[in-house]
């Protein structure tokens, strides 16, 4: 399979989906997003391994219902690699806004499958980031300029 225009934008657009979805609370409609038997490893972010579109929809309607989550989704720098069988890896960085302001960022390492439906998000492990990389002994890039 060679991964052409129609497909990355394809790709792209149900990536940024997410955000749309989760923002709007519109999570009857996780399944334009998620293939039904999704894999969601959230377990940096404290929320397990999740298997099924079901536990997913219960995550986020728990996540909203708590009003612990961020109120805006954004995802960018998306590269895609073509992976065989049908799959597509995609890698993206997450941008979450919080109700309060504060703000975090999380990588993104996505498979994704065309279907009868189109394009499925049907693996995503989060790998959240909190300290600058490069920042010595888990300081932040300020503390060690400061120290030197």
Known sequence: MTLGTEERLAI?????????????AELDRLDELVTEDVVYDASALGHGQL???AAFRDM?????????GPV????????????????VHARSKGIGIGADGGCGT??????IVRGERG???????IVPHGVPSGAPDGRTADAARQRA
Request: hydrophobic share 40%; proline share 0%.
């Open 51 to 53: 298997r099924g579109l």
């Open 119 to 125: 394009w499925r998000v049907s693996r995503r492990r």
């Open 72 to 87: 805006g989704h954004h995802v960018t720098n998306i590269v895609l690699t073509e992976a065989g069988d049908g799959r």
């Open 12 to 24: 792209s657009e149900l990536l940024a989906l997410h955000g749309h979805l989760v923002d709007n």
């Open 106 to 111: 999380v990588t993104f390492e996505d498979e």
């Open 60 to 68: 986020a309607r728990a996540r909203a219902a708590a009003k612990n």
